[in-house]
């Protein structure tokens, strides 16, 4: 019997080439512009998951050379409060890219807040407007995950045209874009979750098996088709019987990987690659408005 294992896509040495290509694109433009690219990151309450993720964001702005313009409000702030600070993001002129930090406080609206920011500024590429401009196949700000995703595919020379695709999950975050932007690509896309009905029958004939629900462990070694691609979008935080807490995604990665061609490993896979579709999209945003 064959015994390989998968090859590793690691998106966290190639988010770090990300990073190098973005930081000397800004040393280059910065002195021609006059100012580096800033990105706005708004965050409401003292969420400690989506505190980390902020620092995360902070921290790789400052290496690549991006300026942060953080916005801490205190878990009470209303939604008038917040819409004015976004209207000024949208007004102020170093600021190419404005996040708010996802999930926010029950008394807030998400879904108006997001659609409040100038869809040339929507770092994250959720705005009606871009998700619009996704669907048409026009340029436009993508949302990080799923183009962070097509990156990996794209640097590891993994075809796509004419491949079976099938994404589990249908969010609006990853699952749906990311179904766009495999068509986008030529594959045939088939889009599973929690309601479809025998779901290792339609993850087993997946070229390129892309799993988004958030549920650890959930896609199992008898759901992947020998050689197929494989990338794990989840990341869940488990605890073992010892109370030690770790990292794992939605994929049985210790099964799956004797089955798969390849595979994205959690933590060091598609996580990375936000982070760093987040400054890239910042980055496309301040080239856009300065016609660079």
């Not at 990073?19 to 512009?33: D, F, G, R, S, V």
């Amino acid at each position: 019997m064959d015994t390989t294992t998968a090859k590793i896509l690691d998106g966290k040495a190639l988010a770090q080439k990300i990073h190098a290509e973005l930081q000397q694109q800004i040393e280059t433009l910065a002195p021609e512009i006059g100012r580096p690219p800033g990105l706005a990151v708004v965050m409401v309450g003292d969420n400690p998951a989506s505190a980390a993720y902020v620092r995360n964001k902070e921290k790789a702005c400052a290496q690549v050379g991006i300026a942060s313009f953080g916005k801490h409000l205190p878990t009470e702030a209303t939604q008038a409060e917040l819409e004015q600070l976004i209207a000024e993001l949208n007004q102020d002129e170093r600021v190419d890219g404005i996040l708010v930090q996802l999930p926010v406080p029950q008394q807030l609206n998400a879904v108006t807040l997001l659609n409040q920011i100038d869809p040339d500024k929507d770092a994250d590429g959720l705005h009606p407007m871009n998700m619009g401009r996704l669907v048409r196949g026009e340029s436009g700000l993508r949302s990080c995950t799923p183009a962070g995703v097509m990156r990996i595919l794209q640097e590891y020379d993994i075809p796509l045209s004419g491949k079976h695709a099938v994404v589990v999950g249908r969010s609006i975050l990853v699952g749906k874009p990311q179904a766009l932007m495999l068509l986008e690509a030529n594959a045939t896309v088939t889009i599973a979750h929690s309601k479809s009905p025998d779901l290792a029958a339609i993850t087993r004939n997946a070229d390129i098996l892309i799993a988004a629900v958030g549920r650890a462990k959930m896609i199992t070694a008898d759901m992947v088709k020998p050689g197929a691609v494989v990338i794990d979008v989840g990341i869940n935080r488990v605890t073992d019987a010892a109370g030690k807490s770790r990292l794992v995604g939605d994929v049985d990665f210790e099964a799956v990987v004797n089955v798969a061609s390849c595979i994205t490993p959690v933590p060091g896979g598609v996580g990375a690659m936000t982070v760093a579709m987040l400054l890239d999209n910042t980055v496309f945003s301040y080239r856009r408005r300065h016609g660079k």
